[in-house]
C-alpha cells in the first residue's frame, strides 16, 4: 500500500511539474489560443447550427467556453496574487474544452462523422499541448466527464452504433502514438540533461586542477616569499645585486598572493555554483540539521565571489535580529543564497542602479528570510514561471535569453526539501522580493 501511494504521488509531482514546464513553454502563445478558442466557441455554433445543421447543438455550453477563455486572454491584467494559479486555470480550461466538450458534443449527435473528425482533431491539439501523463490524465477524466454529463442530460446510458466502432482503432492509434511521441520526447530532454551534467563535471574537474595547483603554488610561495624579501633587502643594502625594485611593488607582492588565493577561492566557489544549480541537487543523501538563518546568509555574503568592492557595496540593508533555525543543510541554503545574489547583481547591473536588502522576519506562524532588490524587476507575464526548471526568457527588450532557467528552480527544490516554500513578488522596473517561508515548530 505504501509502495503504490508513494508511486501515485511521483507520478502526480511527474505529472504537475511536466504541465508546469509546458505551460511556461506555451506562455508567449497562451493569448492566441485563448483568443481563437474565445471566438471559436460561438463561431462555430453558427457553423454547426446554421450553416451545417447539426442533430444537436447548444449555445449556452459554447458561451460559457468562451468565457472560460477569455481570462486567459486577458491573463496580463490579472492581479499578482492571482498569477501564480494561472496554471491550474489553463489545465482546467484545456480539460473543458477539448477532452470534455468534444466528446460530449460527440455522445449528443450520435457519433456522427463531423464530430469523430472534430474529437480527432482535439486529440491532435492535445497532444501538442501535453506530456504524456497529463495526456492520459486529461484523456480520462475528460471522457468520463463527458460521459456522465450526456447520461445526466439525457438520462440514457452511452451507445455506440456498430458502424461507429470502426473509427476506435483511429483513435487509439492516435492515442498510442501521441504518448510514444511525448514519451520520447521526454527521454531525450533527459538524455540531454545527463549530457549537461556530465560535461558539467568534467569542465569542473579540468578547471579544479590548475586551480589547485595554482593556489598551492601560491600559499607555498607566501610561506618562503618573507625571507626572500630580507635576502633581497640585505644584498641591496651591500650592493650584491645589480639594480633593484621599487619599493612599492615590493609592498604589493603580498598583495598579490592574496588576491591569488582569493581568485582561485571565488573560481571555485563559481564552480560549486554551476554545478549545484544545474544538478538541482536536494536533501538526497543528508540528514537534516538545525540550521541558523543569520549563519547562512553571513556565509553566503562571506564567500560569495563579488566582482568587487563596489559590487560587495550593494548590499546596503542587512536585518539579522530576528533569527531563527530550521531543518535543513547549511551548505544547500548559502548556495541558495548564491543564486538570489547573482540574480540580484545581474538585474542591477542591466539597470544601471539598485540596491540588495536582507532581512529575517518571525511571527506566530512563520519565520521568513526576505531578498529584495530594486533592479530591473520581473515581467508580470514571466513571474506564474520563474522556479520552472529550464524556463528562461529574453529580458529587456533584448530577443538574447541570458539564463539557463534553472537557478531558482534548485532554490524552490532545496527550499521545498527543507519542508519551506519561496515565492516571489516584483514590479517592472522598480523592485523583485524573495520570500524564503518556514513555519514555526511548536513547542
Not at 482535439?122 to 497529463?134: P, Q, T
Not at 501521441?178 to 558539467?200: C, F, H, K, S, W
Not at 511571527?363 to 520552472?388: K, S, Y
Amino acid at each position: 500500500m505504501t509502495t503504490l501511494r508513494t508511486r501515485l504521488e511521483r507520478l502526480w509531482t511527474a505529472a504537475s511539474e511536466a504541465f508546469k514546464r509546458d505551460t511556461a513553454h506555451f506562455s508567449s502563445r497562451h493569448f492566441y489560443f485563448g483568443l481563437v478558442a474565445g471566438l471559436g466557441f460561438p463561431l462555430y455554433y453558427v457553423v454547426w447550427h446554421v450553416l451545417f445543421p447539426q442533430p444537436y447543438e447548444s449555445l449556452l455550453l459554447r458561451l460559457v467556453g468562451s468565457a472560460i477563455f477569455v481570462p486567459i486572454v486577458l491573463v496580463k491584467l490579472w492581479p499578482e496574487s492571482l498569477k501564480r494559479f494561472f496554471p491550474l486555470y489553463w489545465y482546467l480550461a484545456l480539460l473543458f474544452a477539448l477532452p470534455f466538450f468534444f466528446t460530449f458534443m460527440l455522445l449528443k449527435n450520435g457519433n456522427s462523422t463531423v464530430w469523430l473528425l472534430s474529437t480527432l482533431v482535439a486529440l491532435f491539439v492535445m497532444i501538442l499541448l501535453l506530456d504524456w501523463i497529463n495526456l492520459l490524465i486529461h484523456i480520462a477524466v475528460g471522457v468520463a466527464c463527458a460521459v456522465l454529463a450526456y447520461h445526466v442530460t439525457t438520462g440514457f446510458p452511452v451507445t455506440f452504433a456498430f458502424e461507429s466502432l470502426e473509427y476506435v482503432p483511429i483513435f487509439m492509434f492516435a492515442i498510442v502514438m501521441g504518448i510514444i511521441v511525448n514519451y520520447t520526447a521526454d527521454r531525450m530532454r533527459a538524455e540531454r540533461r545527463q549530457a549537461m551534467l556530465a560535461t558539467a563535471g568534467m569542465i569542473a574537474h579540468e578547471l579544479r586542477t590548475p586551480l589547485l595547483s595554482v593556489k598551492s603554488g601560491a600559499s607555498g610561495l607566501r610561506q618562503y616569499l618573507p625571507v626572500l624579501l630580507e635576502a633581497y633587502r640585505l644584498a641591496t643594502e651591500r650592493k650584491l645585486i645589480a639594480g633593484s625594485i621599487r619599493g612599492t611593488h615590493l609592498d604589493s607582492m603580498a598583495g598579490v598572493l592574496d588576491r591569488i588565493e582569493t581568485e582561485a577561492d571565488r573560481s571555485n566557489t563559481v564552480i560549486d555554483m554551476l554545478l549545484y544549480t544545474v544538478r538541482g541537487m536536494g536533501m538526497e543523501g543528508r540528514e537534516p540539521v538545525p540550521c541558523l538563518m543569520s549563519r547562512c546568509a553571513d556565509t553566503a555574503l562571506r564567500r560569495y565571489p563579488f566582482a568587487s568592492d563596489k559590487e560587495r557595496s550593494l548590499v546596503v540593508q542587512l536585518d539579522m535580529k530576528a533569527d531563527f533555525s530550521f531543518l535543513g543543510s547549511e551548505l544547500l541554503m548559502v548556495h541558495v543564497i548564491f543564486n538570489l545574489l547573482k540574480n540580484a547583481l545581474r538585474h542591477i547591473a542591466i539597470a544601471g542602479k539598485g540596491t540588495i536588502s536582507i532581512r529575517l522576519e518571525t511571527d506566530q506562524l512563520e519565520n521568513r528570510l526576505v531578498f529584495g532588490d530594486t533592479g530591473t524587476g520581473i515581467p508580470a507575464d514571466v513571474l506564474p514561471h520563474i522556479f520552472t526548471r529550464y524556463y528562461a526568457w529574453p529580458k529587456h527588450g533584448r530577443g538574447v535569453v541570458e539564463t539557463t532557467g534553472v537557478g531558482l528552480s534548485f532554490c524552490r527544490e532545496v527550499v521545498h526539501a527543507f519542508g519551506g516554500s519561496i515565492e516571489c513578488h516584483s514590479r517592472l522596473h522598480e523592485y523583485t522580493e524573495f520570500f524564503i517561508r518556514f513555519p514555526r515548530s511548536e513547542k
